[in-house]
């Protein structure tokens, strides 16, 4: 855990007084609706079709357990007994009334939470994979550069009114959990053939309606030159991004209208006047930053110890085992994900005693940490291997061990026409029917590691162009439609999905996913081979024509 | 308008002349868009009246350079306040281009962007609401902590942290001037 210094909690303090003191001026109206709609995107508060939501940022994806319990507070306070925990490691609260939105933040503030930047077009909640620091697979722990530049970020005073949203992924790990290629610019933190630390540095990739994978800018950039790079990126893209309109002014259309390469050389020129400025890292800065992240103290213990032999009988224990258990840099320890997907349910909801019931096993069993994945579910990062076998009983009484992360069930999903002012059409009700059709275990596991993205407009918070089945609901003359894409995926291999063939209804989508995991059953070449490998090898044609037959 | 000069209110003494107007008033100093300045380049040589140049969003900062030496002021525009290249201008100015007179904030400036403004070296603000101009000081101590270094000279976090460490104390007292640093 990053523990916050008396400037973070000063800052946060004063953030908390200046947005009391907006929202008076609101509702004393000296600040018009117009005015006020940016200030209070910049801390997390949005106009929804039903009431105000506050989206706090959970900043790459790491939590205490004691502000978990305080989300929990405030879902039950203020709320409806529930949060919606989001793609961007982010947390929604949907039923929040305005004038009760200074003490909520007040509440959550306490505890180092807020909503600063997680919207508006400002530098976003920096994300980062949610197994850093624990897995076995990273050249180092990817929070420490997302802190840093979570805090070169706060409040910048240039980049607050970019010409639109800016969210920016780190991986540290080869294998890529954090969809860096799908974001306005990407990391990929590896070390050069020296042993030095440094980054890869992708621009321009995004998801929205005009999708794009992110173009390598520069293969290597070493680590201490992480923030002036960051500065010149973003200073080419205030001043020549396009304000013209809307849907045109990400940096990844700028990216795609001058080209990567004429990008790039904006960027190197800028860089060339300030990365020997004020922003150069020094190890001293580097190491004040990562003094203050606290590891847990672990203790020397067999990795497979009894505790674990004796509950593998129980072939339930197996199961989820099996399929929610990772390996763990220390012997003797796992990391544990919790499944935020269960059968019918909206994906990644977590109601207040959920929140609880985690925090309460976190501190238990997992140093007081908890996490939060872009695929919306929870994890455990450090649990030690002895006590699965205890901790899986309290998830499986709190309906929180559902054994099927990476199966088609474990369903990313935004929220749709059911909340969100933007959609077209609903999100969650397809995904819970799709996981109601899958809800045989022994099936979805036969089908293996199956990602089913759901976006209910072109907006794609659903991320529907990076599932290996993709799902966008589109409204025709009134009606809810869906459009299906094949073979796309958000990893280190990062494509967009092919469109399948013509949009169906809604009460269509369900038949037709079980009609493609059907036609993929009969063209595996095996049962090793993967949903997402079948479509690379034969493309969508033998998907399309066994599909659209049947309808 | 009010005119706020380093957090005072004070008199501007620059007439801002439209492009449409016909003649340049005599013997005073004016503000003028890059368009009407261009036009009257050699008349104002002439003159010998101190000259403001509205520097226009979409055109790159750096070639401002070779009239700077005969300008009093820059001002840079804000068409709504949710545009934002004129950030990006006024550091490029302050701190690449080295500019140390007069730098003004003119369109839709309004009270939450003024710390902002001066952060990225703004000095002069023309405020659109006169309650604004009233809560300028408010506006501008609404925050004591700032994480990162501009050419403002306020010690930004990235080392006013390592000030609290007694072997680091020479880094505690210098500014974080940006890129000229």
Known sequence: ?551 | MPLIENGKLVEDRFIRVADEDETLPASTPVLLSLDRFLKEEEALKSANVEVGLIWPNNKPIAEIAPYLPRLALVALNFPTFRDGRAYSQARLLRERLGWKGPLRAVGNVLRDQFLIMARSGFDQIVPVKPADAQAFDAAMHSYTVFYQPTGDGRKSLLRARLGRSATRADDNGSSDRGAAA
């Open chain 1, 1 to 551: 855990m990053y523990v916050y210094d008396e400037f973070d909690r000063a800052f946060l303090a004063e953030r908390v007084a200046d947005f009391r003191d907006q929202v008076e001026r609101r509702l004393s109206g000296a600040l018009s609706e117009d005015e006020f709609k940016p200030l209070r995107l910049m801390n997390g508060v949005y106009l929804q079709l039903h009431a105000y939501m506050l989206r706090i940022a959970i900043p790459y994806g790491t939590l205490s357990s004691d502000q978990l319990r305080r989300m929990a507070h405030v879902a039950r306070v203020y709320d409806r007994g529930y949060g919606h925990f989001t793609t961007r490691q982010n947390i929604q609260f949907n039923w929040i009334k305005l004038e009760d939105l200074p003490q909520a933040m007040a509440d959550l503030g306490e505890v180092g939470v807020h909503g600063i930047q997680t919207s508006g077009n400002c530098i976003r909640n920096v994300t980062t994979d949610q197994w850093a620091g624990a897995t076995p697979e990273e050249f180092d722990d990817p929070r420490i550069w997302a802190e840093i530049l979570r805090q070169y970020s706060t409040f910048h005073p240039e980049f607050t009114y970019l010409p639109r949203k800016f969210k920016i992924a780190i991986t540290a790990a080869p294998k890529d959990r954090a969809a860096t290629k799908v974001h306005d610019v990407g990391l990929r933190l590896h070390r050069n053939e020296d042993g030095e630390l440094g980054f890869e540095v992708l621009v321009g990739g995004g998801l929205g309606r005009t999708p794009f994978v992110g173009k390598s800018i520069r293969p290597f950039l070493p680590v201490r030159h992480v923030l002036s790079y960051i500065e010149a990126i973003m200073r080419v893209y205030n001043q020549f991004g396009r304000r013209d309109n809307i849907y045109k002014a990400r940096i990844k259309i700028l990216v795609h209208e001058i080209g990567a390469e004429a990008f790039a050389q904006a960027v190197e020129a800028e860089w060339a006047n300030i990365r020997d400025g004020a922003l150069k890292l020094t190890d001293e800065i580097i190491d004040d930053i990562r003094a203050r992240f606290l590891y847990p103290d672990f203790a020397a213990l067999e990795a497979e110890p009894a505790e674990l032999k004796a509950a593998l009988e129980d072939p339930r224990f197996a199961t989820w085992y099996r399929n929610s258990v990772h390996k763990h840099k220390v012997p003797g320890y796992s990391i544990v994900t919790i499944s935020l997907k269960p059968v019918g349910a909206p994906p990644g909801d977590a109601t207040a005693d959920q929140m609880d019931v985690v925090a309460d096993l976190a501190d238990a069993y997992a140093f007081h940490e908890i996490r939060v994945g872009h695929e919306q579910n929870l994890c455990l990062p450090n649990v030690a291997t002895k006590d699965l076998p205890e901790l899986w009983r309290q998830l499986d009484a709190a309906e929180l061990a559902t054994p099927n992360v990476n199966h088609i069930s474990d369903i990313i999903a935004c929220p749709g026409l059911d909340y969100c002012a933007l959609a077209n059409a609903r999100a969650i009700p397809v995904a819970q029917e799709i996981s109601k059709r899958f809800a045989d275990l022994d099936r979805s596991r036969g089908i293996g590691r199956l990602h089913v993205n759901i976006s209910g407009c072109i907006n794609a918070c659903g991320h529907h162009h990076v599932g290996h089945i993709g799902i966008l609901g589109v409204e025709k003359n009134g009606q809810e439609f869906y459009q299906i894409t094949l073979g796309g995926r958000a990893d280190e291999h990062a494509q967009l999905g092919t469109l399948l063939g013509p949009a169906v209804s809604y009460d269509q989508v369900p038949g037709l996913i079980e009609d493609i995991v059907d036609a993929y059953l009969e063209l595996r070449s095996s049962p090793k081979e993967l949903f997402i490998d079948t479509v690379h090898r034969l493309g969508v044609e033998p998907f399309k024509e066994r599909v659209y037959a049947t309808h």
